[in-house]
């Protein structure tokens, strides 16, 4: 309940887990079957970078501030979005633009102001719906989709120290409800360990079809920064291993400073 994001909005993991939810909503939107979208920790949807908390931490400089105007075609598509939606875009702003007729987008965000703000910037919108719910407890209401196709986004602050082992029990709770959806989980690495404990448990749990995709900026030997983050896929679509083999080099091209440690990783956690 502490958490704001607007205080790291555009920060160079947010760049990562937009350009691979700009990809993930791509690959779903190849077939004509309508698909739903529930982003667990929504937030207010829009960021002004040039003022308030954003303005004060300075941390998107380092991030969209980088890799705004670039020319990468594997980035294409993620800034071509942010350009286009102008105030840095938060995750339900990015699957809204993507939504065609006939998909939808469930929002929960707990923090009442700013479900309030998510509130008013959808206000209107059939295509939307917005709820003030704790995220955890909204998974096993609202899994599965009628629409028995879509993705589920989590994406929690990571304040609390059981984090990681509420989002490993919700991937796991999620799978089991909806087996076919594409659940992604985004998750910050300061140290190796509870990165290794979420994959482990997700092995551990039996759940098949699992891939991991990472961006360092540095070793990971420092547990008090933010030294690099990672996305977590059950069920990814076809050909995201390799658009992410290509996708996150670039992507550290643009964010990184050469520091000790720098480099991306693609890991198979497990078979289909």
Not at 11 to 37: E, T
Not at 101 to 128: I, N, S, T, W, Y
């Amino acid at each position: 309940m502490n958490y704001r994001h607007a205080f790291h909005a555009g920060n160079f993991a947010d760049c990562m887990k937009h350009a691979v939810l700009v990809w993930l909503l791509r690959a779903l939107a190849r077939k004509d079957k309508a698909f739903a979208v529930l982003d667990s920790h929504a937030g207010i949807g829009r960021y002004d970078l040039s003022a308030g908390p954003a303005e004060r931490t300075g941390e998107w400089r380092a991030g969209i501030g980088r890799l705004r105007g670039g020319a990468a075609p594997e980035l294409a598509d993620y800034l071509g979005v942010v350009e286009r939606l102008g105030l840095y875009p938060g995750s339900p702003a990015i699957v809204r633009a993507l939504l065609r007729p006939g998909d939808r987008l469930v929002c929960c965000e707990l923090h009442p102001e700013d479900a309030m703000a998510l509130k008013r910037a959808f206000r209107g919108d059939p295509q939307v719906a917005v709820h003030q719910r704790d995220a955890w407890e909204a998974m096993g209401a609202l899994l599965p989709f009628p629409e028995r196709r879509g993705l589920v986004l989590i994406d929690p602050p990571y304040e609390a120290v059981d984090e990681f082992d509420r989002v490993a029990a919700a991937l796991v709770a999620a799978h089991r409800r909806f087996p076919g959806g594409v659940l992604a989980a985004w998750y910050p690495i300061k140290a190796r360990a509870a990165v290794r404990g979420l994959h482990d448990a997700l092995r551990a749990a039996g759940v098949r079809d699992v891939v991991a995709a990472e961006i360092f900026l540095r070793e990971p030997l420092d547990a008090s920064r933010l030294n690099g983050c990672g996305m977590l896929l059950v069920n990814p679509p076809f050909g995201f291993e390799a658009a992410m083999a290509e996708m996150l080099p670039v992507l550290l091209d643009g964010l990184g400073d050469g520091e000790r440690g720098e480099g991306t990783a693609v890991l198979r956690l497990a078979d289909e």
